[in-house]
């Protein structure tokens, strides 16, 4: 991983798919967590590729704060519309 995210890195999943879109696209999404104990950060990204440019966001937080966080993540991929 960057500078940002302490090892070890552990990749929690890495999807595709009908059912993983970004603005109606077929995206690809990947969740993964870093460093150890109270220093464990919990990250996923999605993005999606059209006309040759890729278009992506992510969510990386303290382990202990991502499932409260996840909803603000949730909602970014549910709005997210590509530009004219």
Request: glycine share 10%.
């Amino acid at each position: 991983m960057n500078g940002s995210c302490a090892a070890p890195y552990n990749r929690v999943a890495l999807r595709d798919g009908a059912d993983i879109t970004l603005a109606d696209q077929k995206a690809a999404e990947l969740e993964y967590t870093c460093g150890t104990g109270g220093q464990t950060r919990h990250g996923i990204w999605r993005v999606t590729v059209q006309n040759g440019k890729a278009y992506q966001f992510f969510l990386t937080v303290p382990d202990n704060l991502y499932a409260a966080s996840k909803p603000i993540y949730d909602e970014m991929v549910r709005s997210y519309r590509l530009g004219a």
